[in-house]
Every structure is written in structure tokens, then in C-alpha cells.
């Protein structure tokens, strides 16, 4: 994660992937970024840890966000209009979303907005419509569409503001409305967990047709790919060309 303090302005504190509550420094020198992690010290080239800000953080468009300066600390705090620290508003924003608290979750996008975060939030609505809203690709379609929208309209989003809010409160009234299943981040995690433990992708027979020079070492041609290859399942509708190929290529059942 990237920490939510910002260190005289230019350098952020961006948590290790291997190493949870390790960090790394990445400074921002004109357009220039470092890390002071060993990858980018042995290699110097981009790292994961800038890519991850880059990523998290917009720093190329957007107006300058608010700061407010720790005594104690000599850092500084991103916050949001109202002064919830931007870590805060936008892990309730996804909480409020998946409850269906619609009238928070837009005030809580609306205080990232003022503050000059419209471009973050609607990265974080698209990360949460994919997370959040199952195998259905309508909600991520529908925030990506209302960004695009709001960053063609108005003249002001490269200065953080939107076209007068209505369309990113769109985008988070969508999400509150759509119906829920965490299946797309629950199934990738799973996934890693389990290839921790040794597993791979199973490579089964079907895969080696025609297509691959395997299938084709093997002979495999039409008969392969109509019998095995070529089945799909959860059909949508009637083919009426599916018959006449098999016909025309002499493929019988």
C-alpha cells in the first residue's frame, strides 16, 4: 500500500510486496522518480513500488491535494476536504458502496473530489466495480464511461474538479445499486495462495489442436477441433452456420 503521508512534498513511503509493514521511499524529482529499494538501486530502472504510486496516486494531472503538516512527525497527511485522511475516505467508500449506503459513499467521493482527488476516486471506483460486482462487466463499464464523460465535459478535471459532480455520483450510485459478488478478487486470491503451495494450471488434452505445433505434430485437424475444441458451453442462442461448416469441412457426428 502507499502510506497516506507525503514528506516534503515530493516523496512518499510505498509499502513492501514481500514484506508486509516494510517501506520503501519513492522520490519525485521533476519527472524523474527513485526508490530506495534494492531492485531500483541495483537496476535503476522503473520498479514496482513507483509503479504502485503511479498507480495509486495521479501525479501527473490533478490540482495539488490538501496537506496538513504533522508537528510531530515534520510530515505531511493527504486528507480530504472535510479532513479524513485519504486512506480512511476511500476504504469507506468502498465499505459504504458494498453496503448500498448511497448517500455517504457520495459524500465521501464528493469530499475526495474537493480536495482534488477526482482522478484517484474514480480509479478506486473502478477497482471496486471489478472487486465488488462479480462476473457481470456492466458496473466497471458504467464508471469508466462516466470518467470518460467527466474528463471530456470539463474544462476544469485536470485541476481536480468534475463536471459539476453529477457524473461521478453516477458512477457510485451504480455501484451502490448493483447487486454484489466477490468472486472476481476472492478466485485471483485463491489462485495465488494455491500456487504458493506448488499447484499449476492444468494443461489439458483439447488445448492441443491445430493451433499448436503439438496438435499439429500429432495429425489433429477438423475432426480434433469440431469433436473437442470447438465446444462451448452456456451457448447464447442458435448458429444456424454451425451445421453448414461441419457439412462443407465433411465432419460427421
Known amino acids: ?15 513492501s510486496f514481500t514484506e508486509p509493514g516494510k517501506f520503501y521511499t519513492v522520490i519525485k524529482n521533476g519527472e524523474e522518480y527513485t526508490c530506495t529499494c534494492p531492485s531500483f ?12 504510486l ?3 496516486i495521479d501525479l501527473s494531472f490533478g490540482a495539488k491535494p490538501k496537506k496538513k ?19 480512511i475516505a476511500v476504504s469507506g467508500l468502498q465499505k459504504e458502496i458494498r453496503r448500498g449506503n448511497t448517500e455517504n459513499a457520495v459524500f465521501l467521493v464528493q469530499d475526495m473530489v474537493l480536495a ?3 482522478r484517484y476516486a474514480y480509479r478506486r471506483l473502478m477497482i471496486i466495480a471489478a472487486e465488488d460486482c462479480g462476473a457481470d462487466p456492466i458496473p466497471t463499464m458504467a464508471v469508466h464511461a462516466c470518467y470518460e464523460n467527466d474528463r471530456i465535459s470539463s474544462q476544469d478535471f485536470k485541476n481536480g474538479k468534475g463536471n459539476e459532480g453529477v ?14 459478488n ?36 500429432k495429425g489433429r485437424g477438423d475432426d480434433f477441433w469440431y469433436r473437442e475444441s470447438s465446444k462451448l458451453e452456456n451457448k447464447a442462442g ?16
Not at 500500500?1 to 509499502?15: A, D, P
Not at 486470491?189 to 499439429?216: M, Q, S, W
Open 1 to 15: 500500500m502507499v502510506q497516506g503521508s507525503l514528506i516534503e512534498n515530493t516523496s512518499w513511503k510505498v509499502e
Open 41 to 52: 538501486q541495483n537496476r535503476h530502472i522503473e520498479c514496482k513500488h513507483i509503479k504502485r
Open 54 to 56: 503511479k498507480a495509486d
Open 69 to 87: 503538516k504533522i508537528e510531530s512527525k515534520g510530515e505531511y497527511e493527504m486528507r480530504t476536504k472535510s479532513g479524513i485522511p485519504l486512506d
Open 116 to 118: 482534488g482527488f477526482i
Open 167 to 180: 457524473l461521478i455520483t453516477q458512477a457510485v450510485v451504480s455501484l451502490c445499486k448493483s447487486k454484489k
Open 182 to 217: 466477490r468472486i472476481n478478487d476472492d478466485l485471483w486470491c485463491y489462485l495465488l495462495k494455491i500456487r504458493k503451495d506448488g499447484e499449476k494450471p492444468e494443461v489439458k488434452d483439447y488445448f492441443i489442436d491445430e493451433h499448436t505445433a503439438e496438435g499439429r505434430e
Open 238 to 253: 442458435k448458429n444456424p452456420y454451425e451445421e453448414k461448416l461441419k457439412k462443407i469441412d465433411g465432419f460427421e457426428e
